[in-house]
Structure formats: C-alpha cells, structure tokens
C-alpha cells in the first residue's frame, strides 16, 4: 500500500509541475479568504456512519462571499484505520476577484464523489491519506439563470501530519500540515488539468473524542478553467485563515 500511495503521489506532483510550465501566460488575481467549516459524523451502526458537511468560504473584507458549500454523504469503516465513503455535494460560488470565476453571475455546481482515506501512524505522528473522485455538473448562466449544464471529472489526493503537542485525560492540543492537489479531467476540462493546490498548517484542540476544534493558514493556488481574452490563464492565489469544528455523535 505505501508503494502506491509513492507512486500516486510521484504521477500528481509531476503532472502539476509540466502543467503549470506549459503555460507561459499567466496573470496573478490575489485574495484574502476565510473558511469556517462544521462537520458532523453520525454512527447508525458500528461500522456505518451518517456524513454532514458546511462551509461558509468567504473573501476581501470577510463580508463578501466566495463559496458555499454543502456535502451530504455516507462512510464504511472497512478497517480502524481505512474508510471508504461516498456522498453528494452543492456548491454555490460567487463572483470575488479582479477576475471572477463566476463572471457571469453567481452558479451553482452539483457533484457526486467517492472516497478512499487511511490512516498511518509513525512514531507520534498520525499520517493520514485520502483519495477522492468528483462528477461535477456545472451551471453554464444566461440572465443570471442555468441554461446548460457542463460535466467535469477531478481527482484529488490529501496528505495530512498530525501530532499531539499536549494530552490530558481525553483533552488534546495538537499540530497538523495538510497539503491536497486537485487534478482535472473530462472532454470540456478547458486550461486546467492542474485544477488548484491547498496546503495548510492547523492548531486543533480535541474537547473529547467527540468534538474536535481547528484553526489555521490556508494557502490556495487555483487555476481558472477559461483564459482571458488575451489567451493568459489566470492564477489565483488566496491565501487566509481557516477554522472547522467537528463532531460525533
């Protein structure tokens, strides 16, 4: 398993990086973000649980809105440490930036994906491994309204490092480092083939096994789907703070 987590990890990063040379236009679009996510996880069985996901991704001033986004979804536990899990998403995103995405109007996107996600404890270290397909439909807007719907495909891997910093009882304070890279796919993918790249670095503290609290610095490279008029393709980087809270029930 770890040779292949290797030589997945090997193809995305290569990909990304003779993508992004390939394109020697680009204009950078920069913005300040802030993500405030709440997740929750219901058992209705010992190996069954019940997946519920918010995020208010907001930009600029904090006032105006990015994206959001809400995930409804199903996980197995196949083993302590491995998942499988599958689920729906909807996204509404906004027009932010000297160069919106949605500069046609607020769209909204539904997706269906799948996921696999293990984890692999070495030393104090709690590494963690997730694999996620995405079927996207996009709206394509005439007066503010969907008038044709655009099918993506994206693959996405997250790499994430955690380790406890300070354990009392069930409390825990703790450090984490995430990086997930998103890669296109699909007959109308457009530029991007290399979609985004996040990374963050996280201060969490867990109240009990059940409630669990982060706060962060997210840093977010996006390259749009559609060039300017010049041909340049345009390169988002938003970079902020991100908070989630999380619960079992």
């Known amino acids: 398993m770890y040779f292949i987590m290797k030589k997945f990890l090997l193809?995305?990063?290569?990909?990304?990086?003779?993508?992004l040379h390939a394109q020697q236009s680009r204009t950078q679009d920069d913005n300040t973000i802030y993500w405030l996510q709440t997740v929750a996880n219901v058992a209705i069985h010992p190996k069954w649980a019940l997946y519920a996901?918010?995020?208010?991704r907001q930009v600029g001033d904090i006032a105006s809105a990015q994206q959001r986004l809400l995930r409804l979804g199903l996980t197995y536990k196949v083993h302590p440490d491995v998942n499988v899990h599958a689920g729906y998403g909807f996204v509404k995103t906004y027009a932010y930036g000297d160069y919106p995405i949605a500069a046609d109007g607020t769209f909204?996107?539904?997706?269906?994906?799948?996921?696999?996600?293990?984890?692999?404890?070495i030393a104090t270290w709690s590494i963690q491994h997730r694999f996620r397909l995405e079927q996207r439909w996009l709206a394509k807007l005439s007066s503010n309204q969907p008038t044709q719907w655009v099918?993506?495909?994206?693959?996405?891997?997250?790499?994430?490092?955690?380790k406890p910093l300070l354990t009392k009882a069930n409390n825990q304070v703790f450090a984490a480092v995430a990086n997930e890279v998103f890669i296109g796919a699909g007959k109308q993918l457009g530029t991007n083939i290399f979609d985004q790249n996040?990374?963050?670095?996280?201060?969490?503290?867990?109240?009990?096994?059940?409630?669990?609290f982060e706060l962060g610095y997210l840093y977010q490279i996006?390259?749009?789907?559609?060039?300017?008029?010049?041909n340049s393709v345009v390169?988002?980087?938003?970079?902020?703070?991100?908070s989630a809270a999380q619960f079992s029930f």
Do not use: D
């Open 151 to 162: 099918y993506l495909n994206r693959i996405r891997y997250q790499f994430r490092a955690q």
């Open 235 to 242: 390169m988002q980087h938003n970079s902020g703070f991100i």
């Open 53 to 56: 996901e918010q995020q208010w």
């Open 11 to 19: 193809f995305f990063l290569l990909l990304c990086s003779q993508t």
């Open 222 to 230: 996006l390259q749009q789907g559609k060039p300017l008029a010049n």
């Open 198 to 212: 996040r990374f963050s670095v996280l201060l969490g503290y867990s109240a009990s096994k059940k409630i669990n």
């Open 108 to 121: 909204p996107e539904h997706r269906i994906y799948e996921q696999l996600t293990f984890k692999q404890p």
